[in-house]
């Protein structure tokens, strides 16, 4: 059984850590070490993290128990492109899984909690960008429901990559 909970100011530098480790554990080999540096200097901080816990309208949920964080969803509310067309779409904007708890149904129940979240915020679509290389993660997102609708550029220091964008209307959601 796996916890989640709603993060506070507290979980800001172990929502660091994980971040840093995850994201380079998942990319350092496709990408150049100083747009890897760049990237996770701005993106994984904890001064950045703690602003972004407090945000409106947001919100990271955490997975484990302090202090061992095992992984972390961030959901919040911007605008959307075009290409997201479902109902009150919000944004899942990160959802990370230490490497060692890949596949123990650590990011499914931070997908769940994403989705239940959502829900009760009054969103009707969830949608995500996942790196067009990332076949992992969307075969993830694509068991859930997500379909692809559109890309996006995703800036990674000085290189730019291609995510797809990809949105679940949550009242068509199976299960």
């Not at 708890?101 to 009707?124: D, P, T, Y």
């Not at 679509?125 to 890309?151: C, D, I, M, Q, S």
Request: charged share 20%; net charge negative; proline share 5%.
């Amino acid at each position: 059984m796996v916890t989640i909970r709603i993060a506070d100011a507290g979980d800001a530098g172990a929502l660091a850590e994980l971040g840093r480790r995850t994201f380079h554990d998942t990319f350092a080999v496709y990408n150049r070490p100083e747009d890897m540096d760049a990237y996770m200097n701005e993106a994984f901080n904890a001064e950045r993290i703690s602003a972004e816990i407090l945000e409106p309208g947001a919100v990271y949920l955490v997975a484990g128990e302090p202090p061992k964080v095992i992984g972390f969803a961030r959901v919040v509310s911007v605008a959307p492109p075009a290409c997201i067309t479902g109902p009150a779409p919000v944004r899942l904007a990160k959802l990370y899984v230490s490497t060692d708890a890949i596949g123990s149904g650590v990011g499914a129940a931070l997908m769940r909690a994403s989705i239940e979240w959502a829900s009760n915020a009054g969103h009707k679509t969830l949608w995500l960008g996942v790196w067009e290389h990332n076949h992992r993660a969307k075969a993830f997102y694509a068991r859930w429901g997500f379909v692809p609708v559109g890309v996006e550029t995703f800036r990674l220091g000085s290189d730019d990559q291609s995510d797809v964008l990809m949105q679940l209307i949550l009242s068509e959601r199976a299960g």
